[in-house]
C-alpha cells in the first residue's frame, strides 16, 4: 500500500471511530453536519440546507430531549436536502457519511439516499432473513452489505459511518469495520434531491418508497 494512501486509510478508521463515539468529530472535509437539535440548520461550511416534512423532534442516545429526529414511517414524514451539488459524488470523489439512528419499524427502509436508484450513493436497512436486519451502501450500482457482516439490533441507538475511498466502499457500525467491497461500474447522475427516511425514485408518486420508521441524529458528510 502506498505511504499516501496507508495516511487516508488511518484517517479514515480514525473518523470513523471519533463520530461514533462522544469525542470530538474531526472538521477535516466536513461539508455538511445537521445535529437536528430542535433546529434542521447546517451547522457545516457547504451551502446545504434542509427541510422537514412530518418528523417530530425526540431523545436522542443521551435520553437529552428535542435532540433527535422521529420519522413517522410512512412517505409524507422525511428530510428533504437541498445540496447545490455539493454532495453529487462523481465517480471518482471520494467521501464519507456518518449518523446515528434507532430503527423501531417492521419493512425494509432508505436511511439516506442520494439518487441510489441512478447509480448515486445511498444507504438502507432490510431483512432477506427472517429475524435479522443488515444495513447496505451503494454506490455506483454497487452494494456493500449481508446479514452476517451488516447487522444490527432494533430498537436501541446505532451509529453508521460509510466510506468511498478509491474505489472501494467500506461500512463502520458502532466504530467497529464491518465489511469491505468495490463500488459499482455504473456512472453517477443526480437528477432528484438527497432526502432522509425514505427511498427516491422518481417514477412513482410520491416519488419514494420503503418510508424509515425511527430515529435520526447528527447527519454528516465528508468529502
Not at 461550511?45 to 442516545?61: D, K, Q
Not at 422521529?70 to 454532495?87: E, K, P, R, Y
Not at 449518523?99 to 445511498?122: K, P
Request: hydrophobic residues 35%; contains cysteine.
Amino acid at each position: 500500500m502506498q505511504p499516501k494512501t496507508m495516511y487516508r486509510f488511518l484517517f479514515l478508521a480514525l473518523l470513523a471511530a471519533r463520530i461514533s463515539t462522544s469525542a470530538q468529530a474531526p472538521t477535516a472535509g466536513l461539508l455538511a453536519h445537521f445535529p437536528l437539535n430542535n433546529t434542521v440548520a447546517n451547522n457545516g461550511p457547504g451551502n446545504i440546507t434542509a427541510s422537514l416534512a412530518n418528523i417530530t423532534y425526540t431523545s436522542n442516545n443521551s435520553n437529552t430531549s428535542n435532540s433527535a429526529v422521529q420519522f413517522a414511517g410512512n412517505l409524507n414524514s422525511l428530510i428533504s436536502f437541498t445540496d447545490n451539488g455539493l454532495l453529487d459524488f462523481s465517480g471518482t470523489s471520494n467521501f464519507t457519511i456518518s449518523f446515528s439512528f434507532l430503527f423501531n419499524g417492521s419493512t425494509n427502509a432508505g436511511l439516506i439516499d442520494n439518487c441510489l436508484n441512478y447509480n448515486g450513493w445511498g444507504i438502507y436497512l432490510w431483512s432477506t432473513l427472517a429475524g435479522t436486519w443488515n444495513l447496505q451502501f451503494n454506490y455506483r450500482n454497487g452494494s456493500l452489505g449481508s446479514p452476517s457482516t451488516t447487522n444490527f439490533t432494533t430498537g436501541v441507538w446505532h451509529h453508521v459511518t460509510a466510506i468511498r475511498n478509491n474505489g472501494t466502499l467500506s461500512m463502520y457500525i458502532d466504530g467497529v469495520l464491518r465489511g469491505s467491497g468495490p463500488e459499482g461500474t455504473q456512472t453517477p447522475s443526480y437528477p432528484t434531491s438527497m432526502i432522509a427516511g425514505a427511498l427516491a425514485f422518481m417514477p412513482y408518486s410520491p416519488p419514494r418508497y420503503n418510508p424509515f420508521g425511527g430515529k435520526m441524529d447528527e447527519i454528516r458528510v465528508y468529502n
